[in-house]
C-alpha cells in the first residue's frame, strides 16, 4: 500500500519509545517542506524519467492495480532482461507483491519471503548506483522506497529491529533524493507523506511527540498538496498517492464529501481490485448511497464465488454486512437479512476478524432477528457472544446484557 513510507508513521505509532531511542541517534533528517529543482542533475539513464518506459509501462501499471498480476509482471520480467543491473524493475516486481497481499491487510504471510527478495535485490541494485554517484537521485528515490516497503513488512510481522534500521535507511535516502522533487511528482510522494503524517501523529499521540524529534517536522497542509500533486500528475506513484489521499481524506480528515470521489475514481478505473471496491462499498454505504453499496458489495460476492484474485474474506465480510444490513431495513426480506449476515459471520471467522466491527454488528443483529421471531434460544445465544465481545460502555453491550436479564427472570 505503497511506495514510501506510511510505515514510518505505523512504525511510531507501534513502536515504544524505548526502542526508538535506542536504535537512532539524536542527530535530525531534515527534509525541506518546499519543491526544488536538483542544480545540474545528470538524469541520462534514468528510467523514472523516461517517456518510453512509461508509454511501454502504462498497460503493466494499470494491470498491477486491476489485480492482474501475472500479466504486470510480464512485462516487468522484460524490464529485468533488458535493465538488469537497475533497480527499478525488481522494485516493480515486489510492488505487485505487495498487492497480492493487500486484499488480506497484510496478514497473508505466503508472498513475504518472495516480496523480501525483491525488494532486497532492489537495494543491492540502488547502493551500487548510489556508490557511483552519489547525486543519482534516481536511485536514492528506489533505495528509500525499497528500505520503506521492507521495513513496513518487517513491521506487520513484529521484527522491531529491523524494521527500525530500516525505517532510518528510508528516511536517509528520501533526504537525498528531495533535490529532485522539482523534476518530477514521483519523487515528491515520500516527502508528501513524511509531511503530513509527523504533525498529525504529533496531534493525535502526544506521548510520541519525544520521539518525533528525530523526524522531519512536517506540514499537514502542504502533504495534502503534494499528495493532490502526486495524484494528479504521477505515473509510477500516482495510483498510490491516491489511495493515500483516500484513506487521509476519510479516515483523519473527516472529509467523506473529499475522499468519495477518489474511492469511486479508483474502484471505476480499477474493477477488478477487491481492495478499492470495498473502500468504495463502505464509504456509498456510509453515505447512505445504498444503491451503489448493492450493486458494488453484489459484485464483490460474485468474484469471490468466482476465485478471482484479490478477493477474499475480508471483501467477503463486508459485502455480505452491507447487503444483510440493505435486506434488514431496505427491502425487509428478513430470511435473506439472516442470510446474509450468517456469512458475514463465516466469512470473519476465516479471517480471524471476531472481536468487534462487522462481525459482532451481523451477531448483533441475528439476535435482534432472532429475538423478533422469536427464538429465544438462538437470540439468546447470539446476544451472549455480543456481551462477550462488545466493549462494557456501548449500546450493544447494554441491549445484551438488558436481553440477558430480562430472560433469567
Known amino acids: 500500500m ?4 506510511l510505515c514510518l508513521a505505523l512504525l511510531l505509532l507501534c513502536l515504544p519509545s524505548a526502542t526508538w531511542a535506542q536504535q ?13 529543482a536538483p542544480n545540474a542533475a545528470n538524469i541520462s539513464g534514468w528510467l523514472l524519467l523516461d517517456k518510453d518506459i512509461q508509454t511501454e509501462l502504462e498497460g503493466a501499471v494499470y494491470n498491477l492495480y486491476n489485480f492482474k498480476y501475472d500479466k504486470a509482471e510480464r512485462q516487468f520480467r522484460s524490464l529485468r532482461r533488458r535493465y538488469p543491473q537497475h533497480p527499478m524493475p525488481y522494485f516493480l516486481l515486489g510492488l505487485s507483491t505487495w498487492w497480492k497481499m493487500m486484499p488480506s491487510n ?7 519471503k518472495v516480496f523480501l527478495a525483491y525488494m532486497d535485490t532492489a537495494i543491492t541494485r540502488g547502493e551500487a548506483l548510489y556508490k557511483t554517484d552519489n547525486r543519482n537521485y534516481e536511485a536514492s ?6 528500505y520503506g516497503f521492507s521495513a513496513r513488512l518487517n513491521a506487520e ?7 527500525t534500521v530500516e525505517s532510518k535507511r528510508a528516511l536517509s535516502y528520501l533526504d537525498k533524493s528531495r ?4 523534476l518530477s511528482p514521483e519523487f515528491l510522494f515520500g516527502q508528501a507523506i513524511i509531511n503530513y503524517y509527523a504533525p498529525w501523529i504529533a496531534d493525535n499521540y502526544p506521548l510520541l511527540r519525544p520521539v518525533l524529534l528525530f523526524f522531519p517536522k512536517g506540514n499537514k497542509q502542504l502533504g495534502l498538496q503534494q499528495l493532490r500533486n502526486v495524484a494528479a500528475n504521477g505515473f509510477y506513484t500516482g495510483p498510490e498517492a491516491k489511495v493515500f489521499l483516500m484513506r487521509i481524506l476519510q479516515n483523519q480528515e473527516n472529509k467523506p464529501g473529499e475522499a468519495l470521489p477518489i474511492a469511486q475514481q479508483l474502484a471505476t478505473t480499477y474493477p477488478d481490485n477487491g481492495y478499492f471496491q470495498r473502500f468504495y462499498a463502505l464509504m456509498s454505504y456510509q453515505i447512505g448511497d445504498l444503491r451503489e453499496c448493492e450493486r458494488v458489495s453484489r459484485d464483490i460476492l460474485d468474484k469471490i464465488n468466482r476465485g478471482m484474485p484479490g478477493y477474499e474474506g475480508i471483501s467477503g465480510r463486508y459485502a455480505t454486512f452491507f447487503l444483510g444490513s440493505l435486506m434488514q431495513t431496505q427491502y425487509k426480506d428478513i430470511d435473506k437479512a439472516r442470510d446474509y449476515y450468517q456469512r458475514c459471520v463465516v466469512f470473519s471467522e476465516s479471517t480471524g476478524d471476531t472481536q468487534q466491527g462487522f462481525y459482532l454488528y451481523a451477531v448483533l443483529n441475528l439476535a435482534r432477528i432472532a429475538a423478533k421471531q422469536p427464538d429465544p434460544e438462538t437470540a439468546t445465544r447470539h446476544y451472549k457472544e455480543v456481551l462477550k465481545k462488545a466493549e462494557r ?5 447494554k441491549e445484551a446484557k438488558a436481553y440477558l436479564q ?4
Open 24 to 36: 537512532l541517534d539524536t542527530t535530525r533528517i531534515r527534509l525541506e517542506n518546499v519543491d526544488v
Open 157 to 163: 510481522r513484529s521484527n522491531w529491529r529491523k524494521a
Open 406 to 409: 430480562k430472560k433469567k427472570k
Open 2 to 5: 505503497r511506495l514510501i513510507l
Open 141 to 146: 528515490f528506489f533505495l528509500s522506497a525499497a
Open 106 to 112: 497484510v496478514t497473508n504471510k505466503q508472498y513475504d
Open 393 to 397: 460502555k456501548s449500546d450493544a453491550h
Open 179 to 182: 533535490e529532485a522533487n522539482g
